[in-house]
């Protein structure tokens, strides 16, 4: 029961995760204008937010000016909601999981702007960086043991980042300096396989039956997401890569 409530309460935040996200981007304020369609500006009221059911009733489409809501909205709140749930399977109701939220939080903020503009703000990150940081002095026994992960990781990705020519997004190179801290290397190196893993099984089909370009720009940041919630199912279900 529980995890059903956080669940729910996930697809809240995840949907204001979304104004966050997309609002930094125009930097706009989180609170002002009130919440209206990209399309038409029509202000939304409450029966067109409830997450994931107002998409689904609309049919993915504005009440107002019957424009296409972007799926992209969907992804958010249901990434939110998963994250929050498996996140609190795997943590329980620990300081880690505290932590833990936080971290997650600023993966689905940069999974939203990656997934609509291709860009993860620093902001976003620095943030990410200096809250686990002080958190982990403060709560955790092995604080140097997570700092020398996200070194290793920020330099694994830079390595990577190199050889493949600039191919793989700087920003993943920094979002896996925060994966270290949180995760450890061992388990940011797991994460960053599951990633691939799921890009493959969902990206590939889509190329290979024209659905989209092989020149497209991946938007990396929701696999990444995905990566690091398959670490913490792996963990609970007793797989570990060290």
Not at 109 to 130: A, H, M, Y
Not at 163 to 185: H, R, T
């Amino acid at each position: 029961m529980p995890l059903f409530g956080i669940f729910i309460i996930g697809l809240f935040i995840g949907s204001f995760y979304n104004v966050v996200a997309l609002r930094t981007l125009t930097k706009e304020s989180i609170a002002f204008p009130p919440s209206h369609c990209t399309s038409c500006n029509h202000r939304l009221y409450p029966q067109d937010l409830v997450p994931v059911f107002s998409y689904i009733f609309l049919k993915g489409r504005c009440r107002y000016c019957k424009e296409k809501i972007s799926p992209m909205y969907l992804i958010g709140e249901l990434l939110t909601a998963f994250s929050f749930a498996i996140s609190l399977w795997h943590f329980g109701f620990t300081a880690e999981w505290g932590i833990t939220l936080i971290f997650l939080s600023v993966l689905i903020c940069s999974s939203v702007t990656d997934l609509k503009e291709k860009i993860v703000p620093n902001g976003f990150i620095i943030f990410g960086v200096i809250s686990t940081i002080i958190l982990r002095a403060i709560y955790s026994e092995n604080f140097w043991s997570y700092i020398a992960g996200g070194v290793m990781a920020f330099l694994l990705m830079l390595l990577i980042y190199t050889f493949s020519g600039g191919k793989m997004g700087g920003a993943d190179v920094k979002i896996y300096g925060l994966i270290g801290l949180n995760l450890g290397f061992y388990n940011a190196v797991l994460s960053l396989l599951i990633s691939c893993l799921s890009c493959s099984i969902i990206m590939v089909p889509l190329i290979y039956f024209k659905k989209l370009s092989r020149k497209v720009e991946i938007p990396f940041v929701p696999f990444i997401t995905i990566g690091v919630l398959g670490v913490y199912i792996a963990n609970n279900l007793g797989f570990s890569i060290i």
